[in-house]
């Protein structure tokens, strides 16, 4: 089974500041995926990062990039120089290769930026 | 990058009437389209798995009676939620994975806001 952990219900930030995003992970699968996703409050899911388990560098994509511990099951998220429009709900996810490639979601975190 | 949409964006309906919501990949084939629910101020929760041309696969603990879904092409999966009651006031949101794309990339559409009075 997979298990996707976020313990931040909320978070804040200073504006133009760094911040990270907790995220662990527990699964039996050799082979897995994890990815980020912003949801405004528009509700749509925006596609962050994604770090393949195999892959031994981390993640960077603009001003995100993805802290992969491998040992100790983390993929926490760190967002550089926080804009306003950052202020958002960030859900970390798992694709499986043995659960049929479905996304298991965290329970998210809210991120507030604060000008 | 893949477009996914669904239709209606939001709805509003009477106890016990039923609901369809339409999710399409409007610029690729999806053999696979998932649908999610997600209540105010939680995660998404992974409903069911529909298979174009084949039964949905259900996720433990949601009724397939009542959350009937039908991937009759490969562009469109709908969902439709019998006899609504106010319980199953949600946002429902679809995802489809463009097959030549691999398995990591999976497109959401907007949601779909279902509030049952």
Same mark, same amino acid.
């Given at each position: 089974?997979?298990?996707? *952990?976020? !313990?931040?219900?909320?978070?804040?930030?200073?504006?133009?500041?760094?911040?990270?995003?907790?995220?662990?992970?527990?699964?039996?699968?050799?082979?897995?995926? @994890?990815?980020?996703? =912003?949801? #405004?409050?528009?509700?749509?899911?925006?596609?962050?990062?994604?770090? %393949?388990?195999?892959?031994?560098? $981390? /993640?960077?994509? %603009?001003?995100?990039?993805? $802290?992969?511990?491998?040992?100790? =099951?983390?993929? $926490?998220?760190?967002? &550089?120089? &926080?804009?306003?429009?950052?202020?958002?709900?960030?859900?970390?996810?798992?694709?499986?290769?043995?659960?049929?490639?479905?996304?298991?979601?965290?329970?998210?975190? &809210?991120? *507030?930026?604060? #000008? | %990058?893949?477009?996914?949409?669904?239709? +209606?964006?939001?709805?509003?309906?009477?106890?016990?009437? &039923?609901?369809?919501?339409?999710?399409?990949?409007?610029?690729?084939?999806?053999?696979?389209?998932?649908?999610?629910?997600?209540? #105010?101020?939680?995660? @998404?929760?992974?409903?069911? !798995?529909? $298979?174009?041309?084949? =039964? /949905?696969?259900?996720?433990? %603990?949601?009724? =397939?009676?009542?959350?009937?879904?039908?991937?009759?092409?490969? !562009?469109?999966?709908?969902?439709?939620?019998?006899? /609504?009651?106010?319980?199953?006031?949600?946002?429902?949101?679809?995802? /489809?994975?463009? #097959?030549?794309?691999?398995?990591?990339?999976?497109?959401?559409? +907007?949601?779909?806001?279902?509030?049952?009075?």
């Amino acid at each position: 089974a997979q298990k996707i *952990t976020q !313990t931040q219900p909320g978070m804040f930030v200073q504006e133009k500041e760094a911040v990270t995003l907790d995220c662990t992970y527990d699964t039996s699968d050799q082979s897995y995926g @994890l990815f980020w996703y =912003k949801q #405004p409050s528009s509700g749509e899911m925006i596609f962050l990062i994604y770090q %393949g388990s195999y892959d031994e560098q $981390n /993640a960077t994509e %603009g001003r995100y990039s993805l $802290n992969f511990q491998k040992a100790r =099951k983390s993929a $926490n998220l760190v967002i &550089s120089a &926080s804009q306003l429009g950052d202020s958002a709900m960030y859900f970390c996810a798992m694709r499986g290769t043995n659960t049929g490639n479905q996304f298991y979601f965290g329970t998210g975190t &809210s991120l *507030t930026v604060i #000008p | %990058g893949a477009v996914v949409s669904q239709h +209606p964006s939001w709805v509003i309906c009477k106890s016990g009437t &039923s609901v369809k919501i339409e999710c399409r990949s409007l610029d690729f084939q999806a053999t696979t389209m998932f649908w999610y629910r997600q209540f #105010p101020k939680q995660s @998404l929760m992974l409903m069911a !798995t529909s $298979n174009e041309g084949s =039964k /949905a696969t259900y996720e433990q %603990g949601v009724e =397939k009676d009542k959350f009937l879904i039908n991937h009759a092409s490969l !562009t469109l999966s709908t969902l439709t939620v019998t006899s /609504a009651h106010p319980e199953d006031s949600s946002f429902y949101i679809c995802s /489809a994975r463009p #097959p030549q794309r691999g398995y990591n990339e999976q497109f959401f559409g +907007p949601g779909t806001r279902l509030t049952v009075l």
